[in-house]
């Protein structure tokens, strides 16, 4: 079995998202998405939805369309689709970004799922899990300190068993308007992690994740202390 062609269709949807630099909600969003497939000379596909830059949320922009149509679907047609470690190499030696990368990856092992007729969890190893457990993720910006802690509440009395805090990234939670992102506001952020864990108490379960925006070890280590 061979790659014979890459096809992506792109297509119009709605869905509501985040104003992470005015902490404001965004209604109905129109967005792009995109549905990548890898085909082989066998009649076997494998697809993926979406690549943008939230994972499945958002669909692959124009420039990586291209870079995939043009550049990627070159190096990957006449080639086994089983070969998937070799091709995330070639991937990674021609500098391909992670999220383009990931689509391939993503598609051919549903590729192989459907070749096997099987999950891909269970092609993984499956460990007899058929369940994974849920929890709450914010996004950037949801608002001052206090609104995570009630945000954080209202999660655990509707089950969720875990939490996981996106801070202040790009933007002033005083004035509640974006930033450069430097300096960072990690007094605010600190005091959300307090606030939050008064809010659920004791024993739930806390994440903290600051994506790598702190400007210095020294705030990060600030941080990870105060944690």
């Not at 910006?141 to 939490?163: D, F, M, R, S, T």
């Amino acid at each position: 079995m061979k790659i014979s062609d890459i096809t992506i269709k792109t297509f119009r949807t709605y869905a509501d998202r985040w104003d992470v630099g005015h902490a404001l909600p965004l209604p109905n969003t129109q967005m792009m998405q995109t549905v990548l497939t890898i085909h082989t000379d066998e009649g076997v596909v494998g697809h993926y939805f979406g690549g943008g830059s939230h994972g499945d949320n958002e669909g692959l922009n124009v420039v990586d369309q291209q870079q995939i149509l043009w550049r990627i679907k070159d190096l990957l047609v006449g080639q086994d689709p089983m070969d998937r470690e070799m091709i995330w190499k070639w991937m990674w030696v021609a500098n391909v970004q992670e999220n383009v990368a990931s689509v391939i990856d993503n598609a051919l092992w549903d590729l192989a799922g459907r070749f096997a007729n099987l999950p891909v969890y269970k092609l993984m190893g499956g460990a007899g899990r058929e369940k994974v457990k849920a929890y709450a993720s914010t996004y950037p910006n949801i608002g001052k300190p206090h609104v995570y802690a009630e945000h954080a509440l209202a999660c655990k009395n509707e089950g969720y068993i875990a939490y996981k805090i996106h801070p202040h990234y790009f933007w002033n939670p005083e004035t509640g308007q974006p930033t450069p992102g430097r300096p960072s506001n990690i007094k605010a952020d600190i005091e959300t992690c307090h606030l939050v864990r008064e809010a659920v108490g004791p024993d739930y379960v806390l994440m903290f994740d600051p994506w790598g925006t702190y400007m210095t070890m020294e705030e990060a280590i600030q941080v990870g202390r105060e944690l």
